[in-house]
């Protein structure tokens, strides 16, 4: 049981890989008899992988396919919404669908005004686009975790992951545009003199310019760590949040296959959980939006 087991979390934590294979590269699998059979790479070879082992042998040219492809559906699928909710939109009576984004929309504004200190037109379209975005990939975390992975193995996917913020590559990706923006943005405002200065001026800024000069260094080392901590820790505090609960709902699931009081204790624990992490997804979302927003709004002060 405790093999099945980890065999099982295992499976749901890989993501359906495609990559690269190196030539000479030994590959292992089991034929429609159930024996183990080898075969060795005359050349290398674009492929999907077949287990954990081939997806670290393809190395940086490795694409996630099911992270990348459930988060480009569900950025399409927010786009369709609002351009429905845009296109029938009425002075009239709003339909409750109408209401629902004008909520939304309303919600995301008045954050913005509160939050930017600016003049930005992009940043409150950005922020609704992170909102819903991440609030979407982190909804699919509620979806029972064995429905989707079962029907796309019936196409012969031997892996799927689903939640794509549970892949560190998507959120430091995310992260990552948000850090260049900042970049930017400080240069746009401040100018490359002014930018520079405030990382090697703050935060130890005294008058007396050879001291300054002693100073310079520390400040120029503690701006740049500080600067750099930004992105990744927006990046991993979504990862590690969803990853964990991801893995919470994989070892509910493990309760299911003991039978008896465990399956009765299982379901509840899962409604349990899932009631308590729509506000987990909802906190999330909202977080990384927030944190965006304040370092746009710390990237547009001049100083």
Same mark, same amino acid.
């Given at each position: 049981m405790a093999g099945n087991s980890q065999? %099982?979390?295992?499976?749901h934590l890989t993501n359906l890989t495609f990559g690269k294979l190196p030539e000479g590269y030994v590959r292992h699998h089991v034929n429609e008899e159930g024996q183990a059979e080898t075969h060795t790479l005359e050349d290398s070879a674009w492929t999907m992988a077949h287990n954990k082992e081939e997806a670290a042998a393809m190395g940086f040219s490795?694409?996630?396919?099911?992270?990348?492809?459930?988060?480009?559906?569900?950025?399409?699928?927010?786009? %369709?919404?609002?351009?429905?909710?845009? &296109?029938?939109?009425?002075?009239?009576i709003p339909t409750g669908f109408q209401n629902f984004v004008e909520m939304i929309v309303g919600f995301i504004d008045s954050t913005v005004k509160e939050s930017f200190h600016g003049k930005n037109p992009l940043v409150a379209p950005l922020s609704l686009t992170i909102f819903t975005w991440v609030f979407m990939m982190n909804f699919m975390d509620l979806i029972p975790v064995d429905v989707l992975p079962s029907l796309f193995s019936a196409f012969g996917a031997h892996y799927m992951k689903v939640v794509p913020s549970t892949?560190?590559?998507?959120?430091?990706?995310?992260?990552?545009?948000?850090?260049?923006?900042?970049?930017? %943005?400080?240069? &746009?405002?401040?100018?490359?003199?002014?930018?520079?200065?405030?990382?090697?001026?703050?935060?130890?800024?005294?008058?007396?310019?050879y001291l300054q000069a002693v100073f310079v260094p520390i400040n120029l080392f503690l701006e740049i760590?500080?600067?750099?901590? &930004?992105?990744?820790?927006?990046?991993l505090r979504l990862f590690?949040?969803?990853?964990?609960?991801?893995m919470i709902f994989i070892l509910i699931a493990l309760m299911f296959s003991a039978g008896g009081l465990l399956f009765l204790l299982?379901?509840?624990?899962?409604?349990?959980?899932?009631?308590?992490?729509?506000?987990?997804i909802t906190l999330q979302a909202f977080i990384f939006m927030m944190l965006t927003i304040v370092y746009l709004s710390m990237a547009h002060e001049d100083h």
């Open positions: 065999e %099982y979390i295992s499976h490795a694409v996630h396919v099911d992270s990348l492809g459930w988060s480009i559906g569900l950025g399409g699928l927010i786009m %369709y919404l609002f351009w429905k909710a845009a &296109k029938n939109a009425t002075t009239g892949d560190v590559n998507i959120t430091m990706g995310m992260s990552l545009t948000v850090f260049a923006m900042m970049i930017f %943005y400080s240069i &746009k405002v401040k100018g490359v003199k002014g930018f520079a200065a405030e990382l090697a001026l703050q935060p130890f800024k005294v008058n007396n310019p760590v500080a600067l750099i901590a &930004k992105p990744i820790s927006l990046a590690g949040n969803m990853y964990a609960g991801e299982g379901g509840a624990l899962q409604w349990a959980w899932a009631v308590f992490h729509i506000l987990v």
